[in-house]
């Protein structure tokens, strides 16, 4: 396979005719991929420890992946299911708050085997698929918190950095099977995890506006906007990317502007 060659535009959608499964597309960024991949024209296959009711075009599949036999059943099963998978969203994880201190080794242990090893796990399964596919395209969920320090976030931190570092290895080793593996990096996503942190906070109306006023344009990212940035990345007319790392974050990675009201 030769990355970046031409191909003739799909009659219904760039992505007709290619079957992509994502991992936790039960809610959040993950469903909102997983419908907008549909929308496009893709085959789509969610994988989430709990799917719960799908929009009508989304096949789900229970998959916990931090289970090796639970991902091999359920990779296959998709796959067998859609035909084949093209484009694997790695999107499954969890969050964690506190300092280095804070998280017991149990917790630490935990966040990786979902964050990290579920992206080791569920690729790998797909790897048979992908090396058959003429479009095989890996996206990984990262976050501003690889590459920005964040106050409270030392687990969830380290386990974004490594998915970063992953995502460009995996890109560097599959890349002369035309297996592109990109990564996108949000910003605080207004997402169910982010509504509990807010639900729990002691006033979730400061906590909401004081995330709003951490981002440079004012606000959380979008779902959807996330959604779009992977299905960018995931896209054959995107087949120069590879080892990229794309910011949905608002600004939050690279901008730096005077406070909005200086005293």
Known sequence: MTMGSEQEAP??????????IVTGGGSGIGLATASLLAERG????????????????????AVDVADDA??????????????????????????A????????????????????FGIVRVTRAALPYLRRSTSPAVVNTCSI???????????????????????????????????????????T???????????????PAAERAALNARQPHGRLVAAAEVAAGIAYLASPSSGSNTGTVLPVDGGMQNLRLRPRNPQ
Not at 75 to 84: F, I, P, T, W
Not at 189 to 203: I, K, M, Q, Y
């Open 97 to 116: 708050q506190g300092t280095v201190e804070d998280n017991d080794l149990d917790e630490w242990r935990r966040v990786f085997e979902i964050n990290v």
């Open 189 to 203: 996503a207004d997402t169910p995890w982010v509504g509990r942190l807010l639900d729990s906070a002691p006033d």
């Open 145 to 187: 918190a690889a590459t920005a320090g964040i106050q409270q976030r030392a687990l969830y931190s380290a386990s974004k950095g490594a998915v970063l570092s992953l995502t460009q290895a995996m890109a560097a080793d599959h890349i002369a099977e035309g297996i592109r593996v990109n990564c996108v990096t949000p910003g």
């Open 11 to 20: 009659s219904r959608g760039e992505f007709a005719g290619l079957r992509a």
């Open 70 to 95: 639970s991902v091999t059943a359920g990779v296959e099963a998709a796959a067998k299911r859609l035909g084949g998978i093209d484009i694997v969203v790695n999107n499954a994880g969890i969050g």
């Open 42 to 61: 893709a085959a789509v296959a969610v994988l989430d420890l709990r799917p719960g009711e799908l929009p009508a075009g989304l096949a789900g599949f």
